[in-house]
C-alpha cells in the first residue's frame, strides 16, 4: 500500500521562508514530485527527486531522504502569489503510477 | 498550457445520467491518468492506461469506466451519476520516468 502525509495547512509572511514537509510509505519508488495548484486550476509541476539531497530551482529547493520516507519542499522570498495548494506525489516502479498527498495549503500573508 | 487537451470544461448533469470525459494527452506520451478532486480534497487516483492497455487502478468506482483508444486519447465513463460524483476530473499524461503534465480539467456539477 502507499500512505502519504502532509500537513493541511501552514501560513507564512510575504519576503518569508517556509518548509513543507511530506512523509510517505510506498511499496516501491520512483521519484517524488511537488505540484502547486491554486483553487480550482491543474496542479503545476515544480520540482523532483529521485535521488536523496536537495534539488534548487529559483525559489524553489526539494529535499529527499529515501531512507527515512521524507522530502521537504523550500520556498524562499515568498510572494502573494504563492499562496497555494501544495501536492506532494510519490511514483512507484511498477506502474510508473503518480500517488498523490492530501496537499498543503499555503496562505501567504503581507 | 501542458498540451493536455479536456473537453468538456464544464458540465451539468442530472443524478442517474452518464456522461464521458475526454482527454487528449501530450504528443508522444504513452500514460494516462485520471484523477478525481472533490471540493477542498486531494487528486484521487482514478486509473491509469499505459499504450492503450489498463496498467493502475484506483478507487475507481464500478460506475466508471475508461479507455484508451489507438490514438491514445482516453475518455473516462461515469455511469449512473450521483449529487457526491460533482467534482473536478483530471487528465495527466507523462513520457516515461519524467513528471506528469495535467490538463485543466472537467467540472462536472451533478444536480
Known amino acids: 500500500g502507499q500512505n502519504i502525509d502532509q500537513p493541511t495547512e501552514m501560513t507564512a509572511t510575504e519576503g518569508a521562508i517556509v518548509q513543507i514537509n511530506c512523509t510517505y510509505q510506498?511499496?516501491?519508488?520512483?521519484?517524488l514530485f511537488w505540484y502547486q495548484q491554486h483553487a480550482g486550476e491543474a496542479p503545476t509541476f515544480l520540482s523532483y527527486?529521485?535521488?536523496?539531497g536537495l534539488e534548487e530551482k529559483g525559489r524553489f529547493s526539494s529535499f529527499l531522504s529515501r531512507s527515512k520516507g521524507y522530502s521537504y519542499l523550500l520556498l524562499k522570498e515568498l510572494q502573494m502569489k504563492d499562496s497555494a495548494s501544495y501536492l506532494c506525489a510519490v511514483r512507484d516502479n511498477y506502474g510508473q503510477n503518480f500517488v498523490f498527498g492530501p496537499g498543503t495549503r499555503l496562505s501567504v500573508l503581507p | 498550457d501542458s498540451g493536455v487537451t479536456q473537453t468538456p470544461k464544464h458540465l451539468i448533469t442530472a443524478t442517474g445520467q452518464r456522461v464521458t470525459l475526454r482527454c487528449s494527452p501530450r504528443?508522444?506520451?504513452?500514460?494516462v491518468y485520471w484523477y478525481q478532486q472533490s471540493l477542498d480534497q486531494g487528486l484521487q487516483f482514478l486509473i491509469q492506461y499505459y499504450n492503450g492497455e489498463e496498467r493502475a487502478k484506483g478507487n475507481i468506482l464500478e460506475r466508471f469506466s475508461a479507455q484508451q483508444f489507438p490514438d491514445l486519447h482516453s475518455e473516462l465513463n461515469l455511469s449512473s451519476l450521483e449529487l457526491g460524483d460533482s467534482a473536478l476530473y483530471f487528465c495527466?499524461?507523462?513520457?516515461?520516468?519524467?513528471?506528469?503534465?495535467f490538463g485543466q480539467g472537467t467540472r462536472l456539477t451533478v444536480v
Open positions: 527527486n529521485v535521488l536523496d
Open positions: 495527466a499524461s507523462s513520457p516515461r520516468n519524467t513528471e506528469a503534465f
Open positions: 504528443s508522444g506520451d504513452l500514460s
Open positions: 510506498t511499496s516501491g519508488f520512483n521519484g
